[in-house]
């Protein structure tokens, strides 16, 4: 059997383990539903055994098993696997999912008893950077942001608009949305491609963008992976800065907090506006002065923050060497504008790699401690800002009291920025609130910081949000009912189940977000 199949290197198809499994067996399991699959001609190849790794992500909550990990090294073959599962009908269940760096939470690039294709296999055309007056970048949909920053940065440039964490898919981010602090200037990920290659559940391959096949354009952005796998896209480039002026300070009351998150947004300030509600930390300060200085250290060494609820601004100017002065200058002034706890003001100079790629060094320490592979049951939401400060009362106030398990992100942006064609889905008013509660759950506890206990606590969080009408939107979101997912998508719903129609009418993608069933 292994001599035959190694004869003929066109119709190679199934992988070995090689981690787990001696390189000269290639294990072999088939089933009425995958059978098929070993008769396809693919430049990369199939797995049917040791595929559990493709039941885990990063949430760490959802497990489903799927019957076969397509490892391709082409586009098409993505295009001929979904074309293959496509004509094959109701006769089939069988599902397909793309999975870039399993980033998911709850199980979306999972697909039971299906198909998982593994992105980062892909390979294709290497990045292109184009440079002039509207440069951009042509990179696969398996390229991680990390990777794209350092090819743009060799043409002293970068993209616009990021995510705090850089090692995931260009595929993944863009099937959801993309948010960092960038977002209140330059809109999410979404708003900043040109073009995109995807692969349709009907296994066409398409290009589209703004002027060409564009109701698919903006369907697949933020479209949760339910009309398309995308393959290949055109990301929007900026000039790149050398350095980073990242600055931190603290407040004890939340309105004066909010107040100055819009103030800023509101204007030509910072180039990175985020936030954090810190709760009952014990020596948070001194924990802050191995990355940053403190601009007044005695009274900075005497600040209590344990038994308070505390709101941290976070803030970036970037700029150039030769700028350093103005730069400065300008940071003062508007610094000068803000009500923040004078001596609690730190801040640092950082080279702009290192200030875009500063979670992956806290994803080292976790791994090296054990604590990356745990639950993550993380809970994003948009809030208006009319009923941000009501949000903030009773969620900080009253249903987070003693501690959090995880930071807790916070900070508005401006709907203007964000393109309504998208299929991404946010609430109606002009400013709104990201608010991510990042928790981890600690194995085996059933306490506070038990997966049990942060999982209601979401719940109690959601049930407010829904019983005091507040119009908040789930990001990432998650939902087991159609009728759920109705109330989320609201007036967009119906175009999205005529999307979904269009381009895959047998819903044989993305079953991990419990949308569609497959026809």
Known sequence: MTLFFYSIPDKINLCSDQSSVSPSVIPYKSSSNTSSLETLKLDGCFSFDNIDHAAKDFGNMYHFLP??????????????????????????????????????????????????????????????????????????????????????????????SWTDYLHLTVGGTLSNAGISGQAFKHGPQINNIYQLEVVTGKGEVVTCSENKNADLFYGVLGGLGQFGIITRARISLEPAPKMVKWIRALYDEFSKFSNDQEHLISKNSFDYIEGLVIINRTGLLNNWRSSFNPKDPLQASQFISEGKTLYCLEI????????????????????????????????????????????????????????????????????????????????????????????????????????????????????????????????????????????????????????????????????????????????????????????????????????????
């Open 67 to 160: 019957a076969a990990v397509l490892h391709p090294k082409s586009v098409s073959d993505i295009s001929n696997t979904i074309k293959h599962v496509f004509k094959m009908g109701s006769t089939s269940q069988l599902t397909v999912a793309a999975r870039g760096h399993s980033h998911s939470l709850q199980g979306q690039a999972q697909a039971h008893q299906g198909i998982v294709i593994n992105m980062e296999s892909l390979q294709g055309p290497e990045m292109q950077v184009h440079t002039g007056e509207l440069p951009y970048v042509d990179a696969s949909g398996s390229e991680l942001w990390i990777d794209i920053l350092h090819e743009t940065l060799k043409y002293g440039l970068a993209p616009k």
């Open 316 to 519: 970036a100017k970037y700029f150039n060497p030769n700028e350093s002065d103005a730069m400065n200058q300008e940071t003062e002034s508007l610094l000068s504008e803000l009500s923040y706890i004078p001596s609690t003001l730190f801040l640092s100079e950082v080279s702009y790699v290192e200030f875009l790629d500063r979670v992956h060094l806290s994803e080292i320490k976790l791994r090296a401690k054990g604590l990356w592979e745990i639950p993550h049951p993380w809970l994003n939401l948009l809030i208006p800002k009319n009923k941000i400060f009501e949000f903030a009362q009773e969620v900080f106030g009253n249903i987070l009291t003693d501690s959090s398990n995880g930071p807790i992100l916070i900070y508005p942006v401006n709907k203007s920025k964000w393109d309504n064609r998208t299929s991404l889905i946010t609430p109606e008013e002009d400013t709104f609130y990201l608010v991510a509660f990042l928790s981890s759950a600690m194995p085996s506890s059933t306490g506070r910081d038990g997966l049990f206990h942060i999982l209601a606590q979401n719940q109690r969080i959601l049930g407010f949000c829904s019983s005091a009408s507040l119009g908040a939107k789930q990001y990432l979101p998650h939902y087991s009912t159609q009728e759920e997912w109705q109330t989320h998508f609201g007036p967009k719903w119906e175009v999205f189940v005529l999307r979904k129609s269009t381009y895959d009418p047998m819903a044989i993608l993305a079953p991990g977000q419990r949308i569609f069933r497959r026809k």
